[in-house]
C-alpha cells in the first residue's frame, strides 16, 4: 500500500487534501485520496500516475516500502509556527536523507555523526563555548586558516546536510532519523534560499547545538552563537589579520575579512567586539551603517551558497559502476532519465551568484553614464539570460559586452517552467524579465532592473533587486570611479528626456557627488 508514503509527498508538497484534488484536475476526490492515505484504498495505474506527477514523485516513490523514520526535527525559538510548515519540512528531510541512505547502502559505505572525544560538552558561559570550538578545530586538525567549504566537511564527518527552502526568518535546524537497522542518521537542514555567509553561520551554529550542553534554551543559543563566530574567525587569526586593538576599521576591511574567512561582514563585526577588538560604541555606529544601507538582512559582496553536493556525486558514481540504472539514478536525483543522460558530459553550473540584468536599459544607462567598464570591474559578475542576449544584444554591442566580462546564462527545463508561471502572474513583464527572474531565484543571483512590475514580483519571491542607483553606490565602494566621474555620469542620465531614475535618490546622491568640488 502507498498510504505514510503518498501522505508524505503531500505535507513535502505543502498540499491538503484539497489542494491535491485541485492540483489533480479533480481526477479523484480528497475523499478518495484519503482513503489512499490510511491504506484503505489503492488507485489505478492512472491516478498513480497523475499522483506522481502532481506531488513531483517518481511512482517507484510511491510504491516502495518506508527504510527510515524520522526521530524528531529541533524547531527551537518556534520558528516554524505553524504545523503545516513543520510538516513540510519534517517530510523533505525524511524524503531527502531516505534517498541519501539509500545510495550508501547500494555502494556499502558506511557513514554515520561521530563528535569529536569529549563531546558532547556542558558549557556555562560563553568562555566554554569559545574553548569548545578551539578543541573542535584542534581534534578535527582544521588549524586556524578559514575552513574553505563547511558543508562538504561536515558531511565527511557523517552529517548529512540537506537544502531545502524555508522561511526566510528560518535559518536551519537539527534533524535525526532512524533507520530500518534502528540506527540514528544526523542531518542539518539549511535554507537553500538564504546567502552562501548565512549559510556557513547556520552550519556552524548547528554544529554548536550538536556539541555543546548548555543549562537552558536561551543560553545554548547565545554560546552557539559565541562556538559560531569562533570556529569561522579563530581568535589568533583574526588578531593577526585586524591587530589586537582597534579604535576605528572601515566597512570595507569588513568586507575583505567576509570573503577571507567566509562569515558576513556583521558576524566578523560582532566577532570583534566579543573579543574586544572594537568597542562597544564602535560596533553600535558599525551596525548603524549596516542598517541605513539596508544590509542588515542581506549584504552585498554575497559569498557563493555552499549547497551539499556529496549525494549527487555518489549517484553519478553507483550509476558509473553499474550499482544502479539510469532511470533508478534520475529518480534518486529528482530528474528525468532523458535529463540525466544528457548531463553527463557537461560541466555543471557552478553557484557563482551575478549581477543579474534583465532589461537592455540598465546597460544604455550604464553606458550613458560612462561608467560601463567600470560595473564591468565589480567583484560580482555582470549576466544576462540568453533570450534577452538573443533578442537584444546578439547583433549589436553584444560581442563587446562579452569581452568585458559579461555572461550569458540558460534555463533547464525546471526553470523554464518557472519563468512561465511569472509571465503568467503578470501580464506586465516581458518573456526576458520572466527568464532574468528565474534565473534569480534559482541561482541566487542579484536582480538588476528599474521595472515596478518586476520589482513588485521579484520581491514576493524574495529575490534582491535592485536598479542603476544602487550600481553607482557599488561603483562607489569599490573605489572603481572617482565622485567626480559618478557625479558627471549621474548628471548625464539626470538630464536625459527620458530618465526614470527615483529623483529624491538621485538628489541624494548628485549631492554627496557634489562634494567633490
Known sequence: MIGPRLKLARAAAGLSLRDLESRLGNLVTAQAIGKYERDEMMPGSEVLIALARALDVSEDYLLRAESVELVGVDFRKQKLTKSKDKARVEAQVLAAVERYIEVEDLLALKSSWNPPAGFPRKVTDLADAEAAAADVRKAWKLGIDPISNLTEFLEEKGVKIVAVPLADRVSGVNARVKKADGKQVQAIVLNSEHQGERQRFTLAHELGHLLLVASSDEEAEKACDRFAGALLLPVE?????????????????????????????????????????????????????????????????????????????????????????????????????????????????????????????????????????????????????????????????????????????SLDSVGVAIAQTYVQRSAAISVPDAFALALAKVGGHTLLSGDGALIKLAQQELVECHGVLWLFDCVEQAALSTLAQLRDGLEALASHPRCRLPRAALDERLARYRTSR
Open 237 to 409: 587569526v583574526l588578531r593577526r589579520e585586524i591587530g589586537q586593538r582597534r579604535t576605528d576599521i572601515s566597512i570595507r576591511e569588513l568586507f575583505y575579512l567576509k570573503a577571507a574567512f567566509g562569515a558576513s561582514a556583521q558576524a566578523v563585526a560582532f566577532r570583534c567586539a566579543d573579543l574586544g577588538i572594537i568597542s562597544p560604541a564602535l560596533k553600535t555606529e558599525i551596525f548603524k551603517i549596516f542598517g541605513k544601507n539596508n544590509w542588515r538582512r542581506k549584504e552585498p559582496a554575497r559569498i557563493p551558497r555552499e549547497l551539499p553536493t556529496r549525494f549527487q556525486r555518489l549517484c553519478l558514481r553507483a550509476l558509473s559502476e553499474e550499482v544502479i540504472s539510469s532511470s533508478k539514478a534520475a529518480e534518486l536525483l529528482g530528474t528525468t532519465t532523458r535529463s540525466l543522460l544528457a548531463s553527463l558530459d557537461k560541466a555543471p553550473t557552478l553557484a557563482m551568484p551575478s549581477l543579474l540584468v534583465s532589461d537592455t536599459s540598465v546597460l544604455i544607462d550604464l553606458e550613458r553614464a560612462n561608467l560601463l567598464q567600470a560595473a564591468f570591474k565589480l567583484p560580482t559578475p555582470m549576466a544576462v539570460p540568453d533570450v534577452l542576449y538573443e533578442r537584444e544584444l546578439k547583433d549589436s554591442n553584444g560581442p563587446v559586452l562579452i569581452t568585458l566580462g559579461l555572461k550569458v546564462l
